[in-house]
């Protein structure tokens, strides 16, 4: 089935003028930034981050997050006072600004989205950041250069599958019917950093051993009616899995199940019509090795 996997693969890869859209982007609004006036005197620094920066996008890029690092007191600055100021810069540039709960998100004439989060470090630039949070009014800890570097690590480590299922995880996940069942992202990557530490044998392979470690590692919380703390493998002390609630959980746990279930079929059919027909349950017309 491996042509019919690559087939997939290029057919959900964002497409390059997206890309190059979202780079332009991304480094204007990062000039704007360092240059400001205002954001200028508190020695900014930038760096993009979220899936584009760890290539894990799929599709077409709708958005671009961009960690603003800057000196300030987190110990006397509210995290509602950080965003604003930083808002009100934006607003003498680009007409649609606004403020979320840990970033100040901007579309600019494109039509393309931006996220900037300000961030103050824990002790070094090159470490854990300090992030505001408007919803509990306080500062809370992140490491995004570590995630970056965990995935490049990670997907050196396994000849590139790594990112590629990813990328394969996170479509068969869209395609879910019940949006009960489609956790965000960086959960289905912190998922799979935990089963696939080395090259495996096919891509088939793979997607079945995804699906069935996580169901057997986690099925027990169905029982107790709690959402497993899932760390970041960029940052272990961070729970990706704060805010995920127990019925979106127990739903995506239920098509995880169901998904191993038909990838098992699939890998083990004699006949290859059939086992293109399987995977198609779980990954649709794409998956073909021609294109279109």
């Not at 997607?207 to 009616?225: A, P």
């Not at 961070?238 to 279930?261: G, H, L, P, Q």
């Amino acid at each position: 089935m491996s042509p019919y996997f690559y087939g997939l693969l290029k057919k959900i890869e964002p497409d390059s003028n997206n890309v190059k859209l979202a780079k332009k982007s991304h480094e204007e609004v990062r000039d704007f930034l360092v240059k400001d006036d205002e954001i200028s005197k508190a020695n900014p620094e930038t760096f993009i981050s979220g899936s584009y920066a760890r290539e894990t996008a799929i599709n077409d890029i709708k958005d671009v997050d961009i960690i603003l690092i800057i000196d300030l007191d987190r110990t006397i600055t509210e995290p509602e006072v950080t965003l604003t100021w930083v808002q009100a810069s934006l607003q003498n540039n680009y007409s649609k600004v606004k403020k979320q709960g840990r970033s100040v998100n901007v579309i600019n004439d494109n039509g393309f989205s931006l996220d900037i989060v300000p961030a103050t470090p824990v002790s070094t630039r090159s470490g854990p950041l300090w992030i505001p949070d408007r919803e509990t009014k306080t500062w809370v800890s992140t490491h995004p250069k570590a995630q970056i570097a965990f995935t490049s690590e990670r997907n050196k480590n396994t000849e590139g599958y790594y990112v590629h299922l990813i990328k394969i995880i996170k479509y068969w996940r869209d395609r879910l019917e019940d949006e009960r069942a489609k956790p965000n992202s960086y959960i289905i990557e912190s998922l799979i950093s935990k089963c696939l530490t080395s090259k495996p044998s096919s891509y088939g392979d793979a997607v079945k051993s995804i699906f069935s470690y996580i169901y057997l590692t986690y099925q027990s919380y169905l029982t107790i009616g709690n959402v497993p703390n899932i760390s970041d493998p960029g940052y272990p002390s961070v729970n990706v899995a704060k805010r995920w609630e127990f019925d979106e959980f127990s739903t995506f746990m239920t098509e995880i199940k169901d998904s191993y279930c038909v990838a098992k079929e699939a890998l083990e059919s004699k006949d290859e019509g059939e086992s293109v027909r399987l995977w198609r349950k779980l990954f649709g017309n794409k998956f073909s090795p021609k294109e279109g």
